[in-house]
């Protein structure tokens, strides 16, 4: 999670400097300590089916990453049902606390919020539309972001529903509706 601090990219516009970072973090009071009100924080974000789904095509070529302590050693041995249990066990709780603590981080600072389908289709009019309110010149290489061809992402809109069981999707509304004791709606993220 550490690292929200390893600067990727740097846009240069009227001597100001912007920083751009991916990361997976969650919205600690450490990590929100360092957020002030001039920042922005753009958070992309996928519903929990289809990300099960693409972490499972991630792990079948990657299984040492991303998510799956020693998945090396046993993920190949899983049928796709395992596979998804073992990622509603060890995933689920993290892909809603993430989205829960940035809705309610997102009352107090600026949080855009870009859907995961919207930008693997239109990268460059997300990033433009997400940053609108800053003076930016976006260097030509952002009009050939739509081009790259993402790691290991199908990025099919829907494919949750149609591999992950009624049986499993019933057992992930089930903790969404555990898990959503703020509130939030978090069966919208479903």
Not at 18 to 37: A, G
Not at 86 to 93: A, R
Request: positive net charge.
């Amino acid at each position: 999670m550490i690292d929200v601090f390893h600067v990727k990219n740097q846009i240069n516009s009227k001597q100001k400097l912007y920083y751009c970072e991916r990361s997976h973090t969650l919205p600690s009071s450490d990590i929100l300590s360092l957020i002030s009100n001039k920042h922005t924080v753009i958070l992309q974000y996928r519903g929990v089916l289809d990300t099960i789904v693409s972490i499972i095509d991630h792990m079948d070529r990657a299984p040492s990453k991303p998510w799956g302590v020693n998945a090396e050693y046993y993920w190949k041995n899983l049928t796709y049902d395992e596979k998804v249990q073992d990622l509603i066990i060890q995933y689920v709780p993290f892909h809603l606390t993430f989205i829960q603590g940035w809705l309610a981080a997102s009352k107090h600072m600026n949080v855009r919020w870009i859907k995961y389908d919207d930008y693997i289709f239109n990268k460059s009019k997300c990033i433009q539309q997400a940053l609108k309110d800053y003076d930016l010149k976006f260097p030509d290489t952002y009009s050939n972001l739509n081009k790259k061809q993402e790691n290991f992402n199908i990025g099919i809109k829907g494919r949750g529903r149609n591999k992950i069981t009624k049986k499993h999707q019933e057992k992930i509304i089930e903790l969404i509706n555990e898990m959503d004791y703020l509130n939030q709606d978090l069966l919208s993220y479903l």
